[in-house]
């Protein structure tokens, strides 16, 4: 009888440790579900930290130095729980812990002891310590004028803001505001300007719909106390940034900002172009001339039918020989897809242009030896 029940003891520190990593993780990472029902630290903490539009700077004060106490005491958390709900490992009997266990008791009281001192610290003189406020202090003579110039102008309704619950970057008519859990970075728009840094784009997946391309900038401060710091952002909002951004703001390498469906979409199909196998030209065949669309470069694709379309079978092969660019069938293909619906853009079929025989993305192929 002795082996069923310290199975069930084992099971019930797994248990807890699996839910305890659970909690700490929608603790850290707050999923939208949490947020929908109200279990975030922002929540619970609410009359403390006080309201966000009206104290944006109070708020975020409390609120990192909130999560900083609170996320250094979770392994602390965990040893206690364990402790409580373990029969077998008899945590709090301090003298018969085994070395791992006092290790790991060891660190849990020095990381909450970190945690709590740096609160206590911040706190002194009514939060006169606190990072945010040292780095305020920086644009003039009191954090604390500062603060309000701040508070005042967020509560305007034409602020800008972008970013998920808890990341968000605002600008207001003179300030750029950069929050996250343990820390707020700012800059004074007058000593400041903006460098687009990079793109990412997220070509359209079987996860969203429509893609998507984030814009990364750096926001460079001339006053040297501030450290530089990033923003990045969905560049379908770039354009409202541009508008509310009075500093200057940089795009030195040119990095194009895409915004239209279809300039994302000729992202996805060249990647798919170029992942496809390429076509040799047959030895002695002459050049390909100029794209017949734009005119400008070479023609550089062949449609080969490559794909196996069992359940359609539309696809058949043409024999065109190369007389379009890959952007422009690409622009083509575009077109000849169900403009509401660029979901199914990817999985679509379109005509040749010349010959009309049908292809997919699978049977574009890019020419190998020309030029
Ligand atoms: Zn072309
Ligand atoms: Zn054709
Ligand atoms: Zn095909």
Redesign the pocket.
Known sequence: MMLPTSRTMASEEFVFSVIYFLLTMCLLFTPTEFRAAGLTIENILSSWLGSEDMHLIYYHIKKTSANVVIHSALPLGYYIGLGFVSQKLDLFSFSQLTLPWMIFLGAAIGTFGIGLSLFLLWKRQNWNNHPIAKSLGYHGNSWRLAASSINIEFRRIDKFQTGPAGRRTYVTDSWIIKTSPYSVKIAHQQDCHLNVVKTEEHAISHESSTGAQFVTLNVISLNENIPDFEIRLNSIDYKDLKDKVASPLVNARNIIIQQSTTERFVLAFRNQVDANPTYNLPEGSPEPGNCIGCLQIQSNVK?IKRCDDQESGDCVQ???RPMWCCDCMCKWFASRQNQTRPETWLGGKSP?P????VFCMLDVSLVNNIG
């Open positions: 449609l043409c024999y065109c040749c010349t010959c009309r025989s």
